[in-house]
């Protein structure tokens, strides 16, 4: 079995929020309902509070939009106005959020805290990218920008602006090669004893 699966933008699904405050199109998870890691991206429409996910540690990157700022219990306020600047919170933080002017569009990444760690970078991609494999870990990528292609042992995937792809390397594997011109979002999963 091949250790690279191609997430294309199509197969993401996109539901409203219960308190009618934005949308999130799911792209990816680990596990069920109690899931290890999940991915995923929020459109935030208006001001409100975030829910709690108890356990889970959280990353945010913003993608499109002004900015939002954020109260996380009771630390001072975390602005975030740059495209790709990110926070990390626990999940079970207490955090509203305002819009700083108009709706915005931002990545986020859940990772269960006695399972995995997740380390979120965002970069460009000019020329080639290698990833080599370590044991118990999986690399999830997502072309936010442009388009890349991703070679494997045996695999050759072709992935446009919003497809994205998990590399599994828990058994083992051999290193990944990106290349094309753009901007990914990458996420590293580790085994949370390590």
Do not use: Y
Request: with cysteine; proline share 5%.
């Amino acid at each position: 079995m091949s250790p690279l699966l191609r997430i294309p933008s199509s197969s993401c699904q996109r539901t409203r929020w219960k308190n009618d405050g934005g949308w999130t199109t799911e792209i990816a998870r680990s596990g069920g309902d109690d899931f290890r890691w999940r991915i995923s991206i929020a459109e935030i429409e208006s001001d409100g509070p975030f829910s709690s996910f108890p356990g889970v540690d959280r990353d945010l990157l913003l993608l499109d939009g002004n900015g939002i700022e954020l109260d996380i219990d009771d630390a001072p306020p975390r602005r975030l106005v740059q495209r790709f600047e990110r926070v990390h919170f626990a999940g079970e933080a207490k955090v509203d959020c305002r819009l700083v002017a108009g709706p915005t569009r931002d990545f986020n990444v859940m990772a269960r805290r006695d399972a995995v760690r997740a380390e979120v970078i965002a970069r460009p991609l000019v020329g080639p990218m290698v990833i080599f494999p370590e044991r118990d870990a999986e690399w999830f990528v997502h072309v936010f920008a442009g388009h890349a292609s991703a070679r494997g042992e045996a695999d050759a995937i072709t992935l446009e602006a919003g497809a994205s792809l998990l590399a599994d390397f828990r058994e083992g594997g051999h290193r990944l090669v990106l290349e094309g011109s753009g901007e990914l979002v990458l996420v590293k999963f580790l085994a949370a004893s390590r």
